[in-house]
């Protein structure tokens, strides 16, 4: 019996210290947010003495709210264009025995492994001679592209699952594949499609790479490249910074916290 | 092409293959002008010398870029560094991710959607936005790491965190960990909910319990997810860009250098775009053979 205790105590012991590893961070930043920077310099670990909003306005007035939009109209329209694109070509996969099929999938499990920075400097001048550098598309198209294998893959399995009865009875009815696939493949797709966008979106509202050397501008800037901004030209106005940080997360927490059963399945959904 | 061939659903192909062709078309558009055109012309590219303002002016130079790579201490630095990183991830994420799993899974009882949560939580959050936090922890005068330290009267490092090349890639670890660990521990908890009930009574008859249970019979199980794990931590590992960039810049003196950061570091500020097409061509042969490896797994799978 006691070594059931013993064993009990561990696990509770580990998940609650893995617990406070995770939240400190956010305490921090929290905190620091609040306090002066005369607070910050002679007590680090105290707290705030009064709640102190100027930092907020500060970081607002910097222009977060034109990333944040930015970082808003990038992953919607990537997004969007993801999950149609690779639901279409994933149903072919999954559906029809086309000679190609085999071929096509073999090109997507390698577009999935290759990781932006492996063609880096080509990316830069193909999105440079589209006339696309310093423009959203810019980043839109690649990360469109960069997205479609893993979600092609994750659209495939789906499909792979789902009862063909209802395909039959279309295809009776005088059905084409476009039809079958928008009137009846993608209304039932629901959960597969959240748990694709979620990913997709969480993916893309971070991204920093393609961005950082895509958007060099400030009016087009996404929200991680506006953060990046803030901390270069505050360096140790840190609760300025973390007010900015504040207001980029809260957003993206708050959805986190109402949506987590459909985070957790889209994400565990990968292992499968 | 055979007229009558039947596709899975049992009727003529060729009726529909113009409908399969659109379908099919955007995806590979997509896909062969933003990444497969590219990673050719990265392959050309890299025996070539030229600049961002000679884009177009190339120069042949054979497999000098590979020779200047090979002898780069630089490059191998970044590379290794890639290679601690797979590691450390291994240990620190898929390692304690499956503690935290099996924990959450059949250690307690109360709190376990409160946990998932909490330790789940990083993941949505911004690298960048992470990174920047994780500054402020580690800046010596105002971070609470040091003063936390002093507070309890121990040493702390002379060259601060991040300034101190024999740390500073484990205190970039620690940050990754911070946000990867919950992401792990999930796709993990999937897996083990999975595993019926009935095995462990049989377990527990043939007396296996506890730790015991889960090393001998859940783990086997699970064998395929802990295998997927282990890969999309070791491809994320060649990915690692953020942390490396906002914590230390690949700093001090290029000793947390990655191949990330490298091939930006030549590619758009050096302006050396041959040299990092070189540079590119290693990571894309080494994502090749590790996309080789999650083909095989998912087929097991």
Redesign the interface.
Same mark, same amino acid.
């Given at each position: 019996m006691s070594k059931f205790k013993l064993?009990?105590i561990f696990?509770?012991g580990?998940?609650t210290l893995?617990?406070i590893?995770?939240?400190?961070?956010?305490i921090?930043?929290i905190l620091?947010t609040f306090k002066t920077r005369r607070e =910050?310099?002679l007590e680090?670990?105290g707290l705030p003495g009064q709640f102190n909003f100027s930092s907020f306005e500060k970081a607002l007035s910097i222009g977060l709210g034109g990333f944040i939009f930015n970082s808003f109209l990038v992953s919607l329209f990537s997004v969007i264009?993801i999950v149609i694109?690779?639901g279409?070509?994933a149903?072919?996969l999954a559906?029809?025995?086309?000679r190609i099929n085999r071929y096509?999938y073999?090109?997507?499990? +390698?577009?999935?492994? =290759?990781?932006p +920075?492996?063609?880096?400097?080509?990316?830069?001048?193909?999105v440079?001679n589209l006339g696309l550098l310093n423009s959203i598309y810019g980043v839109v198209?690649?990360l469109? +592209?960069?997205g479609?294998?893993f979600t092609?893959?994750l659209f495939y399995a789906f499909f792979l699952d789902f009862p063909?009865e209802v395909?039959?009875a279309a295809?009776i009815d005088g059905c084409?594949?476009?039809q079958i696939?928008f009137r009846i493949i993608i209304p039932l797709s629901g959960p597969a499609i959240a748990s694709a966008a979620i990913f997709q979106t969480?993916w893309i509202?971070?991204e920093?790479?393609l961005a950082? =050397?895509m958007l060099t501008s400030d009016e087009v800037k996404t929200?991680?490249l506006g953060?990046?901004k803030l901390?270069g030209e505050w360096s140790?106005d840190?609760p300025s910074?973390?007010a900015g940080?504040t207001i980029?997360?809260l957003p993206?927490?708050i959805v986190?916290?109402i949506f987590?059963k459909y985070?957790?399945r889209s994400?565990?959904?990968?292992?499968? | 092409m055979n007229k009558t061939q039947t596709n899975s659903i049992g009727f003529s192909l060729s009726s529909d293959r113009v409908s399969v062709i659109i379908l099919l078309i955007p995806a590979l558009i997509f896909c062969t002008i933003f990444i497969f055109i590219p990673a050719f012309w990265a392959i050309v590219g890299s025996f070539y010398s030229y600049g961002m303002t000679s884009l177009n002016d190339w120069k042949w130079v054979g497999f000098d870029n590979y020779i200047k790579a090979s002898q780069d201490e630089f490059f191998w630095i970044a590379l290794k560094n890639n290679f601690i990183i797979v590691f450390a991830s291994i240990v620190l994420q898929v390692g304690v991710g499956t503690i935290l799993a099996a924990i959450l899974d059949r250690g307690i009882k109360y709190g376990k959607v409160i946990f998932r949560t909490i330790i789940f939580t990083p993941m949505v959050i911004s690298s960048v936005a992470v990174s920047i936090i994780w500054l402020l922890i580690y800046d010596p005068n105002f971070g609470i790491l040091n003063n936390i330290l002093i507070a309890i009267g121990l040493p702390t490092p002379s060259m601060g965190w991040l300034g101190d090349p024999d740390i500073s890639i484990w205190m970039i670890m620690i940050v990754a960990g911070w946000q990867n660990t919950g992401f792990m521990m999930v796709l993990i908890l999937a897996g083990l909910q999975g595993v019926s009930k009935e095995v462990y009574d049989a377990a527990e008859i043939d007396g296996a319990t506890g730790v015991k249970a889960f090393w001998y019979i859940t783990l086997p199980m699970i064998r395929n997810i802990i295998i997927v794990a282990i890969l999309i931590t070791t491809i994320g590992a060649f990915k690692v860009f953020e942390f490396v960039y906002v914590l230390t810049q690949g700093g001090p003196s290029n000793a947390t250098q990655v191949l990330g950061t490298y091939i930006y570091l030549q590619a758009f500020n050096l302006l050396h775009m041959g040299y990092a097409n070189a540079l590119s061509v290693v990571l894309l042969v080494i994502a090749l053979i590790l996309g080789w490896f999650q083909l095989k797994a998912s087929r097991r799978a």
């Open positions: 064993a009990n696990a509770y580990f998940v893995f617990s590893y995770v939240l400190l961070p956010i921090v930043m620091t =910050i310099f680090p670990l264009l694109i690779s279409m070509a149903y072919v559906r029809i025995d086309f096509v073999l090109l997507i499990v +390698a577009g999935f492994a =290759i990781p +920075a492996a063609v880096l400097v080509p990316l830069y001048v193909t440079s198209m690649p469109t +592209a960069f479609i294998p092609v893959i063909r395909e039959e295809t084409s594949k476009m696939f969480v509202w971070n920093f790479l950082l =050397i929200l991680p953060l990046m901390r140790s840190w910074i973390m940080l980029a997360i993206v927490l986190f916290l987590q985070f957790v994400l565990a959904g990968l292992g499968k | -």
